[in-house]
């Protein structure tokens, strides 16, 4: 079973929650956003981030929160609204939480956890090409790239996969 949270040495891993909208749409109207797809605008926010937290409600889990001193500072964890391997992602929305490895210490406790404890095989994740950073984080978390095309809604993007033997 999918934990509803877990913890790191610096962090929280939580399910999303209404008081984390402002955080979350403050990053994603921003130019920062652009790596998903945005920027969006306030109503758009609101949607996506309605839908994490229906996600966990529909699927049983879902993307984490990541929390530092009890403040929203990103997101991160699987998603899957078309079936198939779930999607790995990772945002973070706080630009002051940049460059202090938080992301890469959110996402490794993640797959831990789903590829280890959960015995999930594998988790896909898809990078928008221009995506430097995400392409690095894959690289640090151990994701293999792959020749095949990104999915449907987003066919630019690369591939990569996580598997369980090389958790």
């Known amino acids: 079973m999918v934990a509803r949270s877990l913890t790191t040495a610096r962090l929280t891993l939580r ?5 984390d909208l402002a955080a979350y749409t403050a990053f994603a109207v921003s130019a920062r956003a652009t790596s998903v797809g945005g920027p ?3 109503a758009k926010a609101f949607d996506k981030l309605a839908a994490m937290i229906g996600h966990w409600e529909l699927r049983g889990w879902g ?9 929203p500072i990103g997101h991160c964890g699987p998603l899957d609204t078309f079936g198939g391997t779930p999607e790995m992602t990772w945002t973070l ?3 002051n939480a940049l460059g202090q490895g938080l992301a890469t210490e959110a996402v490794r406790a993640v797959i831990d956890h789903l590829l280890t404890d959960c015995d999930w095989p594998a988790l896909k994740v898809c990078i928008d090409p221009r995506n430097a950073n ?5 690289a640090r978390v151990g994701a293999v790239r792959s020749d095949e095309p990104g999915p449907v809604r987003w066919p630019e993007a690369q591939t990569y996969y996580l598997r369980k033997e090389a958790a």
Request: glycine share 4%; aromatic share 12%; no cysteine.
């Open 15 to 19: 399910l999303p929650i209404a008081s």
């Open 40 to 42: 969006f605008d306030e």
């Open 63 to 71: 993307r984490y929160v990541i929390a530092l001193d009890g403040r």
């Open 93 to 95: 929305w706080d630009d």
């Open 134 to 138: 995400s392409h690095r984080m894959a």
